[in-house]
């Protein structure tokens, strides 16, 4: 089995010390690709580092997050969409990039959120990429704003179940969703994963950010993602390979990327 974790923030300074363990980690786990998401400009060009590092491993989603809007300095939003465009063969993706009124209230003005984020969506329709969306408490409003862009691919990571009722419409306009560790313990979160089409689901640990339920405690790494396939086999009674081969295919079928290497077949080329 093949596993994806398709939203990890590798350049956190939380793993500055520790990539190299996080990565042999993923690798030990059967964990084969790992989309590192940027936040800022800084994390922006760490990721780019680190996908030059660790090729067919490690890709790179350039963005600014909406925790970062008020310590961003004045050209940083343009920079960051610098970088995108002139690395546009390594950028796999625009992201973190989205909207977040909690954060709002606690003074990261909206209006600051929202430039930012309309600046990120056209970078992406321009530059054909797929977006993963941050939406704590804004689902229903970034629903309204997308179809004003051309977007190839949207992916709403960490979907809450909040929104629920907003499902049916992310299935018909054939958006994914992402749903880490609180698969297993969580159960707003296995209510969405019993009512996502299984093609409309990816896996991300969004680690560093740690977990409770039976993680409680540790460091998250890429070996909490089998444990993330197991539990959406259960909830969707099927067999974990079935789950791990669909969720791969739609890795490759969402983020469009080649060449990543089974473990056991190194040779083999996966295509889209
Ligand atoms: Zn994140």
């Given at each position: ?93 625009v ?5 977040d ?19 990120m ?12 969306i ?102 969707k ?9 669909q ?26």
């Open positions: 089995m093949k596993f994806v974790d398709v939203h990890i923030h590798l350049s956190d300074p939380d793993y500055s010390q520790k990539v190299s363990e996080i990565v042999d980690d993923a690798r030990r786990s059967n964990v084969v690709a790992l989309v590192s998401n940027s936040m800022n400009l800084q994390t922006s060009l760490l990721c780019l580092q680190l996908a030059e590092e660790y090729p067919n491993l490690v890709y790179a989603a350039l963005g600014v997050h909406p925790w970062n809007v008020k310590s961003l300095s004045p050209n940083e939003t343009q920079d960051v969409i610098n970088l995108i465009f002139q690395h546009k063969e390594k950028v796999v993706a992201g973190e990039i989205g909207l009124y909690q954060y709002a209230r606690s003074g990261k003005s909206l209006d600051l959120q929202l430039q930012v984020f309309h600046e969506l056209r970078t992406a329709e321009k530059i054909s990429l797929p977006v993963i941050h939406s704590r408490e804004t689902a229903p409003k970034i629903m309204s704003l997308l179809p004003s862009y051309d977007l190839k691919k949207v992916l709403f990571h960490w979907f809450s179940s909040k929104f629920i009722g907003l499902l049916s419409q992310i299935v018909d306009r054939r958006y994914y969703i992402t749903e880490g560790p609180p698969a297993v313990y969580s159960s707003g979160i296995r209510e969405i994963i019993r009512r996502i089409p299984l093609t409309n689901l990816l896996t991300e640990t969004d680690g560093p950010l740690r977990f409770g339920g039976p993680f409680k405690g540790e460091m998250t790494t890429p070996s909490f993602i089998p444990l993330v396939v197991k539990a959406i086999a259960q909830i009674d099927m067999k974990e390979t079935e789950v791990a081969d969720i791969f295919q739609n890795f490759t079928d969402f983020f469009g990327v080649k060449g990543v290497s089974d473990k056991r077949h190194e040779e083999t080329t996966i295509g889209i």
